[in-house]
């Protein structure tokens, strides 16, 4: 008898931790297979692969969760070819529906608050590229920094933040007069960008400074730089909680996420997740943040009340980024 109520209590606790996982998809970009792993979240499981024509890395999902965006590109570098693109998933079917031409090898891209418009990096060319959704068709052509990579607009679609790799800059697009109004240097090799959710702040990490730059978006001025990992980190890529109380920093080389406290800048805790993480998403919640690990080909799931790992799920062939369906 005192066995079987030992086994009943471990079910119980089994199955109070499914029930607290989030309903919903994660949709992760796998570069080298071409493909996408589609994750049931209340199972941890993969439950679809959907193939695509290129290598697939930036990935986002439309406003209206509707569709899933993936830019993807081909293996020649400085060359335009049919799989640069950004790549359009029908997130019910779960198949690809269409693709947008984006320049030269997009990488990473935004989407406006409203849907209408997605903002790309062309690593290759030195620019990005505005894209009208409804259409697909481009829109402008903008000249940053040299490699730009990370891509971020803010939550009342004005502003465009471009990070450039090379040039360690990071480049303001105002969204309404259609011109760069702005070009700011920040840490070596600057990766990723995101907004607080109340658009006052901007977030930067940059990969080989180790550090994460602070910039005021109302006078585009950086305000703080703050190390990763006493400077040891190599953050990439980088995500708010929903109430912009927590900053969530993957850091690729050291197999960690560093959390953040906004507030202070201070690193509350690191967690080790898997090899290589670069991507990252937080639930609507803030409950759990996900890593796609590019060396061990998993994605790691953390319990942000923990600040621990609670499950790990093997995907595709080097997973770069992760979204969040509802």
């Known amino acids: 008898m005192?066995?079987?109520?030992?086994?009943?209590?471990?079910?119980?606790?089994?199955?109070?931790?499914?029930?607290?996982?989030?309903?919903?998809?994660?949709?992760?970009?796998?570069?080298?297979?071409?493909?996408?792993?589609?994750?049931?979240?209340?199972?941890?499981?993969?439950?679809?692969?959907?193939?695509?024509?290129?290598?697939?890395?930036?990935?986002?999902?439309?406003?209206?969760?509707?569709?899933?965006?993936?830019?993807?590109?081909?293996?020649?570098?400085?060359?335009?070819?049919?799989?640069?693109?950004?790549?359009?998933?029908?997130?019910?079917?779960?198949?690809?529906?269409?693709?947008?031409?984006?320049?030269?090898?997009?990488?990473?891209?935004?989407v406006t608050p409203d849907g209408a418009r997605l903002y790309a990096s062309n690593e290759d060319g030195g620019t990005a590229t505005a894209i009208d959704l409804h259409t697909g068709k481009q829109l402008s052509t903008f000249v940053v920094g040299i490699e730009p990579e990370g891509v971020a607009v803010s939550p009342n679609g004005r502003w465009v933040y471009v990070t450039s790799e090379t040039s360690n800059s990071v480049s303001v697009i105002d969204v309404a007069r259609h011109k760069v109004v702005a070009n700011l240097l920040v840490d070596l090799r600057p990766r990723a960008a995101v907004f607080s959710p109340d658009g006052s702040r901007v977030y930067v990490t940059a990969e080989v400074g180790g550090t994460m730059t602070v910039i005021d978006v109302k006078t585009h001025d950086i305000v703080n730089t703050t190390p990763i990992e006493h400077g040891e980190g190599k953050p990439v890529g980088v995500v708010t909680s929903p109430d912009g109380k927590r900053i969530y920093v993957a850091s690729g080389r050291t197999g960690t996420l560093s959390v953040i406290d906004a507030a202070s800048l201070k690193t509350v805790t690191t967690v080790r997740v898997g090899k290589r993480p670069w991507g990252v998403a937080i639930t609507r919640d803030g409950k759990y943040v996900y890593t796609a690990n590019g060396l061990s080909n998993d994605v790691s799931v953390v319990d942000t009340e923990t600040n621990k790992v609670v499950a790990t799920v093997k995907v595709g062939a080097r997973p770069w980024g992760v979204t969040l369906v509802r």
Not at 96 to 105: C, H, N, Q
């Open 2 to 110: 005192r066995k079987l109520l030992s086994l009943l209590a471990i079910g119980l606790v089994v199955t109070s931790g499914l029930q607290a996982q989030e309903s919903g998809y994660a949709f992760v970009s796998n570069e080298i297979s071409h493909s996408i792993s589609v994750i049931d979240l209340g199972k941890n499981t993969v439950v679809a692969t959907i193939p695509l024509p290129g290598r697939a890395r930036g990935i986002q999902t439309s406003p209206d969760q509707r569709r899933v965006y993936v830019a993807m590109s081909d293996d020649k570098p400085q060359f335009v070819g049919p799989a640069d693109a950004i790549a359009v998933i029908d997130v019910a079917a779960r198949k690809l529906v269409t693709t947008y031409r984006a320049g030269s090898d997009p990488e990473q891209f935004a």
